[in-house]
């Protein structure tokens, strides 16, 4: 997507300087260094989507960086190698690198995978299926949701709650399952009440679709 941002540790400038160019034509922002040591400060100060990390580096190595990284974050790294020892592949993914491409490579392949390693990695809502129950659609890519075709516009919260109900295929869930939706489960249960009024109003003519299950929560019927 369009904004994610890219760490390139690249201590050959040409090389560096032509993988930025490729990911800022398909919208990527990027920042570029050439050494282990900034690329630890700099991943700190910028805090990117993703990592395209070069194995030989002077100072801190790729795979010493990669250490360092996976003890405070997750975040997919892409090794970039010059080596074609199967050995070293095999220690950067088990080092917890998502991907690897060895040099020489095309720029263009380097872009494939970072768009692929990125759409793996996204949270699962934001990657996730369509859902239809009769006139109401949503989908949960694009963060829409229409009744009869027309757009309603719900607040973040209401979305979840509205998304856990239809993924949920028709079995009713508990107020606690859908504060745990909302990533709220330390909140009172009647929150789960208000938001679904408000839901409800929005939804129109879809409301009816949002069913109390007595003594259970809620269920979206299929
Ligand atoms: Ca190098």
Known sequence: MAGER????????????????????EGYVTERVGDGEGALALF???EPDL??????????????????IRAIS???????????AELDRVLGL???????????FSPREVVARVRAVLRRARPEAKRAERYRAGPLFLDAGAVRVRCQENEVALTPSEFRLLEAL??????ALSRRELLSALGE?????RTVDAHIKNLRKKLGPCAERVETVRGVGYRVAP
């Open 6 to 25: 890219i760490l390139i540790v690249e201590d050959e400038t040409r090389i560096a300087e032509v993988l930025a160019r490729y990911l800022e034509a």
């Open 44 to 46: 700190r100060r910028f």
């Open 51 to 68: 990592v395209l990390l070069d194995l030989m580096l002077p100072g801190i190595d790729g795979l010493e960086f990669t250490r360092r």
């Open 74 to 84: 997750p975040v997919p790294i892409i090794m970039v190698t010059a080596k074609s």
């Open 94 to 104: 088990e080092l917890g690198a998502d991907d690897y491409v060895t040099k020489p």
């Open 166 to 171: 239809l993924a949920a295929e028709g079995r």
């Open 185 to 189: 489960a330390y909140v009172d249960e």
